[in-house]
Every structure is written in C-alpha cells, then in structure tokens.
C-alpha cells in the first residue's frame, strides 16, 4: 500500500480477507490507515529494501505527500524498470533516482495551476493541493520528464488528472512536443487501457505484439 488516503486503501481489509492476500505496508500507513487484518497476512514495507515475487523485484521508497509515510514504487524484471510516481507533491530526490531508471513510467500529472487557481474549490483545498505536499502539476511533471527521462524510455502514462482542474487536451498539448522517442498515453478516468508490452531494446521502440519481459495495463490511476 502506498499510504492510507482512503482512494487507495478503502477496501483492502475485505479484498485481503476475500481472497487470502498478503498486505504490503509500512507501520505507519498500517496504523493511520485503519487496516483490520490477521498479522500472518501483514509483510512490512521498508524503504529501498527489494522484494521478490516470482521473477519481479519492487522496490518501495518515500515521497512527499500529505500522508504518515507515503510511498511510491518500481517494478523490474531482470531488463526492464517501470515507476509508478503518482500522488507526489515534489518530485524529490527519491523519485529523480528512480524515475532515471524507467523503461516506462507512471507519472502524475495532476493538475493545471491556472485551472486549479481559477476554479471553485475553497483556497484551503487549492493551497493543499499545489503544496510540497499534495500533487504535481503538467508543468512539474513535463519538467521531470525533460530533465531525467533517461534515454531508454519508451512509454510515459500520464495518470491521475483531475476531473476538475485540468484536462487531457491541456496535458497534449503540453507533453507531445517534448515526447521525443518516448510514446505518451493519457490515463483515462472513466475505463482502461489496452494492454501494453514493455521490453528492453536499442531502438527506442516497442510493437506492441512483439516478445515482452514486462505487461502493464493502465486503470483508473
């Protein structure tokens, strides 16, 4: 679990139970987050330590976020690395280290600054999400993006968009110039995406119906 807002942890005592799932957290999210599980299905989470499951490795690190300890995470198989960097405030340290490693990679981009300033919420709520602490912005992620995509990255999910202070038109516009070999998908809010394939290669391209070392399908991030 990344951390203990209820968009990512609500549920997940009655799935665990439901199907027999081990629960990967950290104390901390496993306290706030009101999580009421057997502790034979707890596994704690510590930071830059990988895990091992059947032929892929996770490795877990801190964020900043308005959470207890909030986390996000990378993927790898023996060649390949994708990232999921979604619920950030800043893209710090942790996430610049990692984010240099993907192949491909989830990465927030939350919001418009001049959507967001402009709209309806009430100033406590605009101040919290543009704060080190809450959400990147299209322009903080396109500035990642440019300045630590490494060479071998092929495809780039833009994932949680707000639904009130920004659009995929906006994050188009802003993110398909600066693409380069690098294919750009824009997380859809209302259903998923087609399954995409990702493997290692010298050419900066992946078909899509090509041998893979990695399948990720993208939903409602």
Do not use: W
């Amino acid at each position: 679990m990344s951390h203990e807002h209820g968009d990512h942890i609500h549920g997940i005592s009655t799935l665990a139970k439901k199907h027999r799932l081990p629960i990967h957290i950290t104390p901390g999210t496993l306290e706030y987050g009101n999580v009421k599980i057997s502790e034979d299905r707890i596994f704690a989470i510590r930071p830059h330590e990988p895990s091992c499951y059947g032929n892929l490795k996770v490795i877990a690190f801190p964020k900043h976020h308005d959470a207890c300890d909030p986390h996000s995470f990378i993927v790898s198989s023996d060649t390949v690395s994708v990232g999921i960097f979604t619920d950030l405030g800043i893209a710090c340290e942790n996430v610049i280290h990692y984010f240099r490693q993907c192949h491909a990679a989830f990465l927030e981009a939350n919001y418009d600054e001049a959507m967001l300033e402009n709209g309806g919420y009430p100033r406590s709520l605009k101040n919290r999400i543009s704060s080190d602490k809450g959400h990147l912005s299209n322009k903080q992620a396109m500035q990642l993006f440019i300045a630590h995509r490494p060479s071998f990255m092929t495809h780039l999910f833009l994932s949680h968009l707000s639904k009130h202070n920004n659009t995929p038109k906006i994050v188009k516009e802003m993110f398909f110039p600066v693409a380069g070999n690098t294919q750009i998908i824009i997380a859809s809010r209302d259903k998923e995406s087609k399954l995409y394939h990702i493997r290692k290669t010298d050419m900066h391209h992946v078909g899509i119906n090509e041998p893979s070392t990695l399948q990720i399908q993208l939903s409602l991030f």
